[in-house]
T-cell receptor, first 114, second 110 residues
Framework: SAVISQKPSRDICQRGTSLTIQCQVD?????MFWYRQQPGQSLTLIAT?????????ESGFVIDKFPISRPNLTFSTLTVSNMSPEDSSIYLC???????????FGQGTRLTVV | SQKIEQNSEALNIQEGKTATLTCNYT??????LQWYRQDPGRGPVFLLLIRENEKEKRKERLKVTFDTTLKQSLFHITASQPADSATYLCALEAGYALNFGKGTSLLVTP
């Protein structure tokens, strides 16, 4: 199994600013992902974080708004740029140790933009 | 596009009874399906994975069925306990990532 530490756990930010969320896994993993979960909604995949190369974004999400880094097999960051109140949500980091296996999740970052 | 539907209304049951949660999907034939538990303020926690060639999977008090003809999975918790109260998410494989349903909130009362 893998343990994922995500920080910050919550933050309140001013509109127009940016926040970087960090995700650290305690073991090497093959895949890392970033999801968003709005209140009462399902998890929506933002992007797959690729080690050493540009992330793969899902429809509706772009690199300029959500730049992602993954410098090694255990660490990734998601930045929410030029924030607006519509970005208020929970952001979750997830990892897989192998294909077709269970996903592990961080505890999430609750972001409020005012 | 994939559509995943779970009971939108909360499920309230009495302790000791069996809880049954439903997950229906359309426009897809996933190679596997997973169930997760999510508590307030926490990330989802994996419970069970069932593959398309498996009809049923069990783990302690949990049982999952997978009917690829009906495009439906049923998730059962037997001898439910108040500690089982949480939101349960159905997730379908989507390449390497997962597509999640909205989840069903389960409340088990003593």
């Amino acid at each position: 199994s893998a343990v994922i530490s995500q920080k910050p756990s919550r933050d309140i930010c001013q509109r127009g600013t940016s926040l970087t969320i960090q995700c650290q896994v305690d073991s090497q993993v093959t895949m890392m992902f970033w999801y968003r979960q709005q209140p009462g909604q399902s998890l929506t995949l933002i992007a797959t974080a690729n080690q050493g190369s540009e992330a793969t974004y899902e429809s509706g999400f772009v690199i300029d708004k959500f730049p992602i880094s993954r410098p090694n097999l255990t660490f990734s960051t998601l930045t929410v740029s030029n924030m607006s109140p519509e970005d208020s949500s929970i952001y979750l980091c997830s990892a897989l140790q192998g294909v077709d296996t269970e996903a592990f999740f961080g505890q999430g970052t609750r972001l409020t933009v005012v | 596009s994939q559509k995943i539907e779970q009971n939108s209304e909360a499920l309230n049951i009495q302790e000791g009874k069996t809880a049954t949660l439903t997950c229906n999907y359309t426009n897809y034939s996933p190679a596997y399906l997973q169930w997760y538990r999510q508590d307030p303020g926490r990330g989802p926690v994996f419970l069970l994975l069932i593959r398309e060639n498996e009809k049923e999977k069990r783990k302690e008090r949990l049982k999952v069925t997978f009917d690829t003809t009906l495009k439906q999975s049923l998730f059962h918790i037997t001898a439910s306990q108040p500690a089982d109260s949480a939101t349960y998410l159905c997730a379908l494989e989507a390449g390497y990532a997962l597509n999640f349903g909205k989840g069903t909130s389960l409340l088990v009362t003593p």
